[in-house]
């Protein structure tokens, strides 16, 4: 690692005067790994609309080629079956780096490669060395990596709100510590790559997500109680259902990290609805949007299962200039047709 100028947390990450992306905007080269995702697909297709040329990296895991091949035939995109615990060098401008199963089920399924996918950084990290090493006028453009972490950092958070300066409380050896230590080892790895090699990098912390393309049966609450109420089966609430969640519609969520990408401010930065329910709450919003007969089954709740979770997203508001605009009563719908079409069959994929 070579030393090099640089400022820790959420101060300027251009100390060099290097010229802003932003002023560049036309025609980046972009990865997206785990572009092939719920998440990572609808990014996709904002840098598409935008006229950048992205280059999607995914292994299929939990991503469906049904989520981009609205983009087969466009010369400014390309698909790669990769995994990217595997080097792969390419010459690009940004990595968005998203690739890591998501949902408890998937994460749980295979631990030991969640923690490897999660916090080995080094491969996409890489793919910018690469293009930094060969072209020095990519450094001069600013080239950057964006590391999606997540609210689970905060473990089962003993701080509510949580801001992005509270450090945690995260049990190291139980069943979900494979993807909260893998995401803090991948913050870390990242801060470490940035002050040690200058790497530019941006780091999002985000909070529960939905939207179309969520996979369907991938066991998270939102994706079950939709699924559930639509194909008249109870919804499955948890534990007593007291439990707290925030949820975020997808496009707000796009527009956080495009932002951030794009900004001035390494982050950390929380980026999630602050609009707070408890699952039951959740259940009934479920029932008013597609259901109002929808039953409610309770279920033993999952280890370690955090209590509550809510974003502050004030250090966002201010130095991005960015919040949640899609309530949950907007997006929900938004959710559910996308989610009668798959389960009901009469949908053509990806056009959501
Ligand atoms: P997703 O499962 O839909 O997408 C993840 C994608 O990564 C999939 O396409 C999968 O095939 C791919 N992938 C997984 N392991 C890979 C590997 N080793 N190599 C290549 N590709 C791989 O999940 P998502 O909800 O779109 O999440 C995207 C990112 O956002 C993840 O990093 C996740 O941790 C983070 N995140 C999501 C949420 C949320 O609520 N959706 C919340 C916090 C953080
Ligand atoms: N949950 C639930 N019913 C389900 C699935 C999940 O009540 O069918 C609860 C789960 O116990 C947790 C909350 O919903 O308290 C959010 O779970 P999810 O897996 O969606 O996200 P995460 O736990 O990662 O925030």
């Known amino acids: 690692f070579s030393s ?19 002023l560049k905007r036309k025609g980046l080269r972009i990865v997206v790994t785990g572009g092939a995702g719920f998440v990572g697909s609808h990014l996709v297709d904002r840098l598409i609309a935008r006229g950048d040329s992205v280059i999607v990296v995914d292994n299929f895991f939990t991503g469906r080629k049904e989520n981009v091949m609205h983009h087969f035939g466009n010369p400014n995109f390309e698909l790669i079956r990769h995994d990217v615990v595997e080097p792969l060098l390419l010459e690009v401008d940004q990595i968005y780096h998203l690739a890591c199963p998501a949902s408890p089920v998937h994460y749980k399924f295979n631990p030991v490669k969640t923690i490897i996918s999660s ?9 910018l060395f690469a293009f930094n090493f060969l072209f020095v006028s990519l450094t001069e453009a600013g080239a ?30 139980g069943v979900r510590s494979c993807y909260d230590e893998g995401k803090r080892t991948a913050e870390t790895l990242t801060m470490d790559y940035h002050r040690g090699a200058g790497v530019e990098v941006r780091i999002a912390r985000i909070f529960n997500t939905y939207g179309p393309r969520m996979c369907i049966d991938d066991g998270r609450v939102v994706s079950n109680f939709v699924a559930q109420a639509l194909r008249k089966e109870p919804l499955t609430v ?11 519609y997808v496009s707000d969520l796009v527009e956080g990290l495009m932002r951030l990408m794009e900004g001035e401010h390494i982050g950390p930065f929380n980026l999630g609805n602050p609009g707070e329910f408890t699952m039951l709450e959740l259940a009934e919003v479920v029932q008013e949007t597609i259901d109002p007969d929808a039953k409610i089954e309770f ?15 004030s250090r966002a508001k201010e130095l991005l200039g960015w919040e949640p605009k899609v309530a949950l009563r907007k997006g929900l719908p938004l959710m559910v047709s996308d989610f009668r079409q798959r389960i009901f069959g009469d949908h053509k994929e990806g056009s959501n």
């Open 4 to 22: 090099v100028p640089h400022r820790l947390g959420f101060g300027s990450a251009n100390p060099t005067g290097k010229i802003p992306l932003g």
């Open 238 to 248: 948890y534990g007593d259902g007291k439990q707290t969640r925030s949820f975020q």
């Open 299 to 313: 279920r033993p709740n999952t280890e370690d299962d955090p209590h509550k979770r809510k974003p502050d997203i």
């Open 144 to 173: 950057r990596f964006l590391l999606t972490s997540t609210s689970e950092v905060y473990g089962d958070p003993l701080q509510h709100p949580q801001k992005e300066t509270y450090w945690g409380n995260v049990n190291p050896i």
């Open 119 to 127: 916090s080995i950084l080094e491969n996409p990290i890489d793919l």
